[in-house]
T-cell receptor, first 114, second 114 residues
Framework: AQSVTQPDIHITVSEGASLELRCNYS??????LFWYVQSPGQGLQLLLK??????LVQGIKGFEAEFKRSQSSFNLRKPSVHWSDAAEYFC????????????FGKGTTLSVSS | GAVVSQHPSRVICKSGTSVKIECRSL??????MFWYRQFPKKSLMLMAT?????????EQGVEKDKFLINHASLTLSTLTVTSAHPEDSSFYIC??????????FGPGTRLTVT
């Protein structure tokens, strides 16, 4: 069965430090992968997505992610974290060829210390 | 970008009563909307897919008679939790499909059943 694993439940980084959030997936076919961010009182916002092509994808807010098929991973990175980046981050994979339904990981809570 | 709203943002109801949650696409039409449920520290779980003008498709394990979904127009889908029980307390999130692999999410509705 398809699944998404985010190994880190909670991560704290210092403002200005680099960030990497891990995501591993289990999916038989070519995956369609997404990273979303959820802030309190806000809906999930799409940071970036990978469908095919260049395995390093750029997103909004200075985020990027790299698809590594050999490791079944799609880790999210940011070179310098800002206090406003504190939020819940979800990795997701499209469920089927139509890409309509999403399976989400359990999320990683990011805290930013000053 | 596309905006999805939910109303109410928070609702408290008594056990045995029904409560309706609205999901609206504000500046676009959505033939397909999705309803998710999010438990504390858990990922989003897809409950059902709502298609305008037709019956919703429920995921395995979701009681269609308890969670009534109506998608009467291209901008509105409603989720009615019937005969609510405390275990139905949760965070309910809707999303609207804008493209094959893209969904915009509402801010969510916190339901508390007392």
């Amino acid at each position: 069965a398809q699944s998404v694993t985010q190994p880190d439940i909670h991560i704290t980084v210092s403002e200005g430090a680099s960030l990497e959030l891990r995501c591993n997936y289990s999916y038989g076919a070519t995956p369609y992968l997404f990273w979303y961010v959820q802030s309190p009182g806000q809906g999930l916002q799409l940071l970036l997505k990978y469908f095919s092509g260049d395995t390093l994808v750029q997103g909004i807010k200075g985020f990027e992610a790299e698809f590594k098929r050999s490791q079944s991973s799609f880790n999210l990175r940011k070179p310098s974290v800002h206090w406003s980046d504190a939020a819940e981050y979800f990795c997701a994979v499209a469920l089927n060829q139509a890409g309509t339904a999403l399976i989400f990981g359990k999320g990683t809570t990011l805290s930013v210390s000053s | 970008g596309a905006v999805v709203s939910q109303h109410p943002s928070r609702v408290i109801c008594k056990s045995g009563t029904s409560v309706k949650i609205e999901c609206r696409s504000l500046d676009f039409q959505a033939t397909t909307m999705f309803w998710y449920r999010q438990f504390p520290k858990k990922s989003l779980m897809l409950m059902a897919t709502s298609n305008e003008g037709s019956k919703a498709t429920y995921e395995q394990g979701v009681e269609k008679d308890k969670f009534l979904i109506n998608h009467a127009s291209l901008t509105l889908s409603t989720l009615t939790v019937t005969s609510a029980h405390p275990e139905d307390s949760s965070f309910y999130i809707c999303s609207a499909k804008v493209a094959t692999y893209e969904q915009y999410f509402g801010p969510g509705t916190r339901l508390t059943v007392t």
